[in-house]
């Protein structure tokens, strides 16, 4: 307890270090793509990627985190991010850089991890104050990691902006070396490495066969997508089998954590679909016929509005549940979301539009992600939120990852044979497809349970956190 004063900004700054260094990939995409002498599709993957291994990373640092070597998991995986950093950094191959982003990706299954260890460190009020301070955090971070990540590459190189990353990981990891708490005296708890390993290739075959959709042959892209779902079956059967699965998938035959996992998946697709859209579209060149030419800075200030309106409207979330329902907070999320990817595909003809849209769609993205969460809270025992949040966290990773992917697959059959960028009626193509992604999230919002108003408007007033950590004493994030 005689670290936790410098404990708390040390996780804020870690969880601002890793919002930071895992949007660094977004509003660098073009640029990548010019630097590196890659198609658009193909740099893509320097943000796909990190959310790929984010997906596989957070239950697995959440299982390893919960036994005696927590310290050891959170100083590994920082230290991972910083040469992942120093990669991407070096004038080397598209390759290496894929490879340095991947390396990135481990740090966002630092944030859970640092709020178990809030929990477990604090007590009571200041308990629950660190741990919303940190889910905040995360957001509020990538609003600022975006317009200066593009400063940055703006005046020096993109390669720069890897270089800034790497500095910032440095620092927290010298700052948790000195205050990480030690969690020796917990028992050892088994990692299943199977059930990574099948969840990481799987998801990984899907997102790649769906990535070059346009390029592959028919029997090479039936192979894979076949190979790839089969091994999900594989990991499915395997976590319900094991005695120590990495998610206890056993959580999902509650209708209630069903839904709100699968409202989460599609709502997590529909909403990179959007960012991935908008970064490329305001830095396409005026002369093209649509686009503004905009600086990776003008790019990165065009999605603030999305952090600081998520920001805003998870802490509203508890009052739109009193004043309308809080079986309607869901639908009314998804609701707002598909009106902004509508805007953006019938209505993008100036900036500022953009800049409207993107406030919009924070405004739903936070309704929706704020109360998911309490929902999953309220439908499982105490003892089993740590796993369904866990689940719920993977869930969003891997829709996150999935509307990178596609969007750039949309847009790469809307470019002509031997042109560099699509035409305009790909981003609109692209954007009526989220908006049918956020019809599907909407209406699987609509099918949760009715639950009294007074125990959901309790709940939702409690945490009122934009990731939903209960205030109770729930195991670390990636636990069963």
């Given at each position: 307890m005689t670290r936790s004063r410098p404990l708390v900004p040390v996780l804020v700054f870690l969880g601002m270090v890793v919002a930071v260094v895992s949007s660094l990939g977004a509003p660098l995409v073009p640029t990548i793509a010019a630097d590196t002498h890659v198609s658009l599709a193909t740099a893509q993957?320097?943000?796909?990627?990190?959310?790929?291994?984010?997906?596989?990373?957070?239950?697995?640092?959440?299982?390893?985190g919960d036994g005696p070597h927590r310290r050891t998991v959170v100083l590994v995986a920082i230290a991972t991010v910083v040469i992942g950093c120093v990669l991407a950094a070096l004038p080397l191959s598209f390759p290496y850089l894929l490879v340095g982003r991947a390396l990135m990706g481990t740090g966002l299954g630092l944030t859970p991890i640092a709020m178990a260890t809030a929990r477990d460190a604090l007590t009571g009020e200041r308990s629950r104050s660190a741990v919303a301070v940190l889910s905040i955090t995360t957001v509020a971070g990538i609003g600022l990691g975006y317009p200066l990540t593009g400063l940055i590459t703006q005046h020096l190189s993109f390669r720069a902006g890897f270089w800034f990353g790497a500095i910032i990981t440095g620092i927290a990891f010298l700052a948790a070396l000195v205050v990480f708490p030690s969690t020796r005296e917990r028992p050892y708890v088994r990692l299943d490495v199977l059930g990574a390993a099948l969840l990481g290739?799987?998801?990984?075959?899907?997102?790649?066969?769906?990535?070059?959709a346009e390029t592959w042959s028919g029997a090479r892209l039936l192979t894979v997508t076949v190979l790839s779902a089969l091994l999900l079956l594989w990991w499915v059967r395997q976590e319900l089998r094991t005695a120590h699965p990495l998610v206890?998938?056993?959580?999902?035959?509650?209708?209630?954590?069903?839904?709100?996992?699968a409202t989460g998946l599609f709502a997590g697709i529909g909403m990179y679909m959007l960012i991935s859209l908008v970064i490329r579209f305001v830095q396409t060149p005026a002369r093209v016929g649509y686009g503004f030419g905009a600086s990776v800075v003008m790019a990165g200030l065009v999605l603030l509005p999305f952090s600081l309106m998520s920001v805003v409207s998870s802490r509203v979330a508890p009052a739109i549940s009193r004043r309308v329902s809080p079986h309607a907070v869901l639908p009314l999320g998804c609701a707002i979301s598909l009106a902004a990817e509508l805007l953006f595909a019938l209505e993008r003809g100036h900036l500022w539009q953009v800049f409207v849209i993107m406030g919009i769609a924070g405004l739903g993205v936070g309704c929706t992600f704020a109360a998911l969460p309490g929902l999953i809270v309220r439908a499982v025992p105490a003892s089993e939120t740590g796993s369904a949040m866990s689940f719920n966290q993977v869930l969003r990773y891997v829709g996150y990852s999935t509307g990178s992917a596609l969007s750039a697959t949309i847009l790469e059959a809307h470019t002509r044979s031997g042109q560099q960028l699509p035409t305009g009626s790909g981003y609109t193509t692209a954007a009526l497809v989220g908006c049918g992604v956020l019809a599907v999230a909407g209406l699987l919002?609509?099918?949760?349970?009715?639950?009294?108003?007074?125990?959901?408007?309790?709940?939702?007033?409690?945490?009122?956190?934009?990731?939903?950590?209960?205030?109770?004493?729930?195991r670390p994030v990636g636990v069963d």
């Open positions: 993957w320097s943000l796909t990627i990190s959310l790929l291994v984010g997906a596989v990373a957070t239950p697995t640092m959440g299982r390893l290739t799987g998801v990984a075959g899907l997102l790649l066969a769906l990535s070059e206890d998938l056993r959580l999902a035959r509650n209708r209630s954590v069903l839904t709100a996992d919002s609509a099918a949760l349970p009715q639950r009294g108003k007074e125990e959901i408007d309790e709940l939702l007033a409690e945490e009122s956190i934009a990731d939903g950590i209960p205030s109770e004493e729930p």
